[in-house]
Structures are given as C-alpha cells and as structure tokens.
Nanobody, 125 residues
Framework: QVQLVESGGGLVQAGGSLRLSCAAS????????MGWFRQAPGKEREFVAA????????HYADPVKDRFTISRDNAKNTVSLQMNGLKPENTAVYYC??????????????????WGQGTQVTVSS
C-alpha cells in the first residue's frame, strides 16, 4: 500500500515557477514508477511527466518538455515536479501517481494503482 500526499501548489504569475512535491508512505516506494498528472476545469485528466523507479529514465508530455522537470529522492520517499515558465493554461489540479509499470504512466493512466488527492496550481496572466 502506498499513500501519496502532494504539496507546493499555489498562485503564481505567468512566467513564474513552482515546485510540487509528493510524499509517499510505504516501504516499497523505490520500486514504483512515479508520475504527475493534471486536470483543468472542464477537461480530462492528462499526463504531465513520469520517472522510473530509479529516476534514470523520464518521460514528458510535449507541452511541458524543456519547462518541467520530474525528479525523485528514494531516500526521502518523495517525487518532485519543478515547473518553470508557467502559463495560464497550466492552471489545473496536479496529482501524483504511483505504479509498478512505467509505460502505464503515459499509456494507460486509468489503470494506475495509487493516486494522491491533488494540489491546485493557478497561473495568472
């Protein structure tokens, strides 16, 4: 069992930065791939970024490449999402997720095993 708690959301002006964190409980955290997703009002939840259990391999959605960076610290049971150059269209609730299967993060997110409750990110123009 893995429990996930996101933090770091807030209100930021366009062009600014935020760093989201996801704290995981459970002794098997380091065996899970981790990912970030977001859901804007009136839209479906979408993939943002994912990392393998080791952190050596990452995958990003095209709209966030070169602006967002996912990283993890297995010693601290945390995964982070550094978001730079934020745009108003990045406004959404951001969720972290955990699953043993890395490709499932970006190919079949509806089947991911664990989800956090989300943290709100609002980008003003």
């Amino acid at each position: 069992q893995v429990q996930l708690v996101e933090s770091g959301g807030g209100l930021v002006q366009a062009g600014g930065s935020l760093r989201l964190s996801c704290a995981a409980s459970g002794r098997t955290f380091s065996s899970y791939a981790m990912g970030w997703f977001r859901q804007a009002p009136g839209k479906e939840r979408e993939f943002v970024a994912a990392t393998t259990w080791s952190g050596y391999t990452t995958h990003y959605a095209d709209p966030v490449k070169d602006r967002f960076t996912i990283s993890r610290d297995n010693a601290k049971n945390t995964v982070s999402l550094q978001m730079n150059g934020l745009k108003p269209e990045n406004t959404a609730v951001y969720y972290c997720a955990a699953d043993p299967d890395f490709p499932r993060m970006y190919a079949l997110s509806s089947r991911l095993r664990y989800w956090g409750q989300g943290t709100q990110v609002t980008v003003s123009s």
